[in-house]
């Protein structure tokens, strides 16, 4: 699996800005495609998570409300909507995936549980 994330830039805070994350290669219907974001000199932070199939979703307490994770299969893409941005918002973002039946929710907020990782897209937020 190679997945490409885009769609980041530059916005004032309270803007907002939707990331895509492009998967191609074999997808299956147990994959997990999750959001993180990194800012420097600090940890990979989990945002938001979405099943390939279903409906469930899984999402960092801080951001439930401002970010929605969302995917179009047919396009073979996951989204993460961000609304009313924050300058603290400011950081590199990753799309990641792993195939997996079965998981707690812990481990999906977790970067080792993930096998592939996309090349990141910036986000800076002026305040």
């Known amino acids: 699996v190679q997945l490409q994330a885009f769609g980041g830039g530059l916005v004032q805070a309270g803007g907002s800005l939707r990331l895509s994350c492009s998967a191609s290669g074999l997808i299956f219907s147990s994959d997990v495609v999750g959001w993180f974001r990194q800012a420097p000199g600090k940890e990979r932070e989990f945002l938001a998570a979405?099943?390939?199939?279903?409906?469930?979703?899984y999402y960092a307490d801080p951001e439930k409300g401002r970010f929605t994770i969302s995917r179009d299969n047919a396009k073979n893409t996951v989204y993460l909507q961000m609304n009313n941005l924050k300058p603290e918002d400011t950081a590199m973002y990753y799309c990641?995936?792993?195939?997996?039946?079965?998981?707690?929710?812990?481990?999906?907020?977790?970067?080792?549980?993930?096998?592939?990782w996309g090349q990141g897209t910036q986000v800076t937020v002026s305040s």
């Open positions: 990641a995936a792993v195939s997996r039946k079965s998981f707690t929710t812990a481990q999906v907020m977790a970067p080792n549980l993930y096998d592939y």
């Open positions: 979405i099943k390939w199939t279903g409906t469930n979703t």
